[in-house]
């Protein structure tokens, strides 16, 4: 695949299109290491104001991520009740095979009508993290819609559409300050015209997927 660089390509606008930018968006990942409540994940800018947080469910029966506005803010989703105004979208693992697989959602639904697409590894035994992913109407999974190529040992990715063209790229950040602090800091960059909370829901998922590996 090509290395990741500037995307020529339409606009891609997975969850919805108020998030793709006509400019390369820089993103902010921090995740607290020992946290044991809700609020795991915090993404901001370049300039460290607060985008979103990623939210654990708790007390559910599935492995749970809500991605929130920080303010809720209400969401043109019409169909998401009031209660959900401030969630963007439901991430929910569900461990079917070896391939683990989790899917994205509108709002804290997880109706069918409500998904927007699903992840899965792209094969079993992996030496470096490879996942497809599956928008919802792309049911037969013959050929992914998006993939996503990282090394967890570096914690990097590249995430690509269906063409091989690069539209995003995290990298970890190494600071002295993220290591006394317990933090682990991931420098996103989105390309211009492409949705940057789809971007986010797959870096979580990345990052989800290689941790319960590493127990």
């Not at 104001?49 to 809720?72: A, E």
């Amino acid at each position: 695949m090509k290395s990741c660089g500037g995307y020529g390509g339409k606009q891609i606008a997975v969850i919805s299109p108020e998030f793709c930018a006509p400019e390369n968006v820089h993103l902010r990942i921090v995740k607290k290491r020992f946290a044991v409540t809700h609020g795991n994940f915090v993404v901001t800018d370049e300039h460290d104001n607060t985008m979103f947080k990623v939210k654990d469910k708790l007390l559910s029966l599935h492995d749970r991520h809500l991605i929130l506005n920080p303010d809720g803010i209400p969401i043109p989703y019409r169909h998401i009740d009031k209660k959900s105004k401030s969630t963007l979208v439901l991430i929910l693992f569900q461990k079917i095979s070896a391939r683990k697989r989790w899917q994205v959602f509108r709002g804290e639904s997880s109706r069918a009508t409500d998904l927007i697409f699903r992840v899965r590894k792209s094969s079993v035994l992996q030496f470096k993290t490879e996942l497809d992913v599956f928008l919802s109407g792309n049911e037969e999974e013959r050929l992914w819609d998006f993939k996503v190529v990282g090394s967890w040992l570096e914690r990097s990715c590249d995430i690509y559409d269906k063409n091989s063209s690069p539209i995003a790229k995290m990298l970890k950040k190494h600071s002295l300050g993220s290591i006394v602090l317990g933090k682990d800091t991931f420098e996103v960059t989105v390309s211009p015209r492409v949705d940057h909370v789809f971007i986010i829901a797959l870096v979580v998922i990345f990052y989800e997927i290689n941790k319960d590996e590493d127990v």
